[in-house]
């Protein structure tokens, strides 16, 4: 079989047998970082006790591509390298490229389990850039079907998360789950998995009664399955025991390492971004943030399980106070109008034509604005010049600062513990890797 | 190897063919090389709405060793071509791909210096499904396809008939 | 601006004084430009402030703004829990002489958002840890996020397998 790669040494980064490194001038910087970054571990065998391991980026457990460099003694952890970029698309280039518009249909692949989230978010910024808010109606749907957005995000992680822990069955449920939710979105959006659903100004189209009755008739249901669910997790032995006391980083250290979103709020530091900077309607809902003081992964597991009860009572209340009216703010350079009004009227063809073909033009400057997605903190920073397409799109991915704690939370556990904290932690690579 | 190697030619082979053809394609086990979000459909894919077990291939089997058709489901970057051609070569042969996605097809949306354009650059591939993400029920048709494309290859030329086929 | 980042920009001022070169505020967010030198003192002095202390560093990155001089800058956030507020920190350095100190030893998860603005901008941080390349291959040559280089890359710069 003839393949372009002949020798082991092109296959392997690092040495497939115990105790043999390459020699230093063919060691990956990546190998050598992982070496030096402990340099006082003393071991009384001439020969080197470590192992590295390489726990590679196509891997069942390591949701998505993410490459793991372990230097174990026997079973511990004596250091570990996460290395990314096996799923670097180029956003932030990209995005210098095209249009505020065509960005959009960008961010639903940023973190692919919450796409109406990145929308959101996306969109934020922009129209803080623009300095136009959306009506009142667009703002409670964005908010309602943000909140189920985190509500099938927190699924796949809870699923996950007991999938690698061993319990298939819950990764079952909560993807029958999240089918229901995703018929919601192709009932309401048109898109049951990359909506897009967000424009400049207002949404994409209106929810009508039937999305909404779909919405209610899932959410009646949906307490009772995540009550199964914790039925068989919650004191669950062999749970319990991988989870307890596995991953631990306190407050102050968890801040220091940049953890956001449920990961420091299982650490009790008491941040959400809903209720201290408060964006869409979030200011007229009634919600707790949810905090665990015990730092490990099963302080983590219970804070995205009562979120998503929580966001069960935050759809609820949206549905009972959502008002009439337009979708769309009515800013005619800057919201793309009406199909039917382009068909019939000269000045909306022409907003259209120049929109589309030459971007909403705001004013130059810089802004940032962040909200609180399922995994953390998601933040735009937009360098604008003044044209249709950004000069510099920033996104601050919360998986990637997620990440860069797993060091500090995987040293000194056994090999076996690091899915139940990588777990815990819910990386997503499209978004870590942008 | 194996089979193809003790056959002759005649009509005993036409019968064997089928009898292969229709044994391989019932027992597809994937290797399911998820990458980025088209991977989360083919757990969709798995899940109990559209059952994947149907046509016997809920044994996703991560080890390529073990695993007979690789589907590809996500955008390849230039680093992780060199770990999907390593893991397409550990397969052992009859293996198929599938490019699942507008991404693994021709580099979906993603025109970018670090993004692939296709993995059919560096990989043989059988079948491709489009959609960004495509629908399961696609990847379905997708599978079908690829089925219907084994029962009806002969063993013997199983290494000259490497045309692609479409699915939109 | 309100009054926290009013006082916290006066309190900036009065430190340092002429090594914060501008300050601006646009649709409620405060950029205030610094000069390269004094970046990790101010950074110091944002987290251990009494009265808003900023414990979160949100995010370092660079920007190319492909002037004459001072070609690239490199952004810090932080945020303040007590305070729920934002500042953002600018330095701006020569294309020549793009070398920036590292503030790692302040907020320890500055490590790999600086590994991020070095390999796609090319600024190089002293007293960086760990400064290697984390998105784009280990021996890459080029800075991808720079206005020079395209969007489709250079081709044959990172090698492809071979189609069998």
Known sequence: MSTPYNTTEDYFDVPVLTGQLPPKEKRTKLLQALLDMDPDISFDDPLENDMILNMGPSHPATHGVLRILLRLDGETIVNAMPELGYLHRGYEKIAENETYHEFITHTDRLDYLQPVHNNIGFILAVEKLLGIEAPPRAQYIRTMLGELARISSHLVAFGVMAMDVGAMTLLLWCFREREKIHDIFDLVIGARFTTSYTRIGGLSQDITDEGLHAIRAFLEQFPERLNEGERLLNRNRIFVDRCRGTGVISGEQALAWGLTGPNLRASGVALDLRRDTPYLVYNDLDFEVITEPECDSLARYYVRLREMKESVRMVYQCM?????????????KKVLPRKERIYTRMEELIHDFMIVNF?????????????????????????????????????????????????VL????????????????????????? | MGLESALGEGYLTTTLDALIGWARKNSLWPMPMGVSCCAIELMSAGDPRHDISRYGMEVMRFSPRQSDVMIVAGTVTYKMAKVVRKIYDQMAEPRWVIAMGACASSGGMFRS???????????PV??????????PENLFNALLVLQKKISSSSVLEYRNSKESLIVT | MNLHLEQLVNTLRERFGDAVEDVVDFRDDVIVTVHRDIIVEAATLLRDNPECPFPLCEDVFGIDAFTEKKRFEVNYRFFSLEKNERVHLKVRVDEDDAVVPSITDVFPCAGWYEREAWDMIGVTFSGHPDLRRIYMPEDYE???LRKDFPLMGV??????????
């Open chain 3, 142 to 144: 080029y800075f991808p």
């Open chain 2, 126 to 135: 059988d079948v491709y499904a489009a959609g960004c993400p495509p629908r």
């Open chain 1, 359 to 407: 971007g909403v033009n705001p004013p130059s400057g810089e802004v940032h604005h962040a909200i609180e997605s399922s995994k953390g903190q998601l933040g735009f920073h937009i360098v604008s010049r003044g044209e249709g397409h950004p000069w510099r799109l920033k996104i601050r991915s919360p998986s990637f600062c997620n990440l860069q704690a797993l060091p």
């Open chain 3, 155 to 164: 081709s044959g710069s990172i090698p492809l397998p071979k189609r069998g």
């Open chain 1, 410 to 434: 995987l040293k000194g556990h056994m090999l076996s513990d690091i899915l139940a904290i990588l777990g815990s932690l819910d990386p997503v690579m499209g978004e870590a890797d942008k």
């Open chain 1, 320 to 332: 009972d106070k959502i008002p009439a009216g337009s979708i769309h703010a009515h800013e005619p």
């Open chain 2, 113 to 123: 210096y670090s993004v692939v354009q296709g993995i059919d650059l560096f990989v």
